[in-house]
């Protein structure tokens, strides 16, 4: 998660030193799709029995498994390059996938409690 969010910082401030040259960078951020990430990182994942997690572990890994076979193929991920790639100006950010977009405009129209109760409800409270 934090990897993502410095990802996003970084191209927000590369975007605005680069657009003088013509330069756009852009953030295609996809959903969950079907592809190779899935079997690797599960395949990884071991849950200590002694952990005071466990339960919570148990959880998340049976909804990953149930994102990793119920995703799309990336077909629309790889439209929305192509199309991004042709754009003379394209956008900043590029949203692709179910439940994106309306993440996106939550957390930035929801105060920032309401967010965070969303999320910790989620992964914690089942």
Do not use: C
Not at 49 to 57: A, D, H
Not at 62 to 71: F, L, M, P, R
Not at 101 to 120: A, H, Q, S
């Amino acid at each position: 998660m934090a990897s993502k969010f410095a990802v996003e910082g970084f191209s927000e401030s590369l975007r605005l030193e680069m657009l003088p040259y013509g330069v756009h960078v852009v953030l295609i951020e996809p959903g969950s799709y079907k592809t190779d990430i899935w079997s690797k990182g599960l395949g990884a994942v071991t849950i200590n029995p002694n952990s005071p997690y466990v339960k919570e572990m148990k959880a998340i890994l049976k909804d990953v498994n149930h994102v990793a076979d119920t995703a799309p193929a990336p077909d629309e991920v790889i439209q929305q390059i192509v199309q991004v790639a042709k754009s003379p100006s394209p956008k900043l950010r590029y949203p692709v996938g179910r439940g994106v977009k309306l993440g996106i405009v939550l957390k930035n129209v929801l105060p920032w409690k309401w967010w965070e109760r969303m999320v910790t409800k989620r992964l914690w409270e089942r």
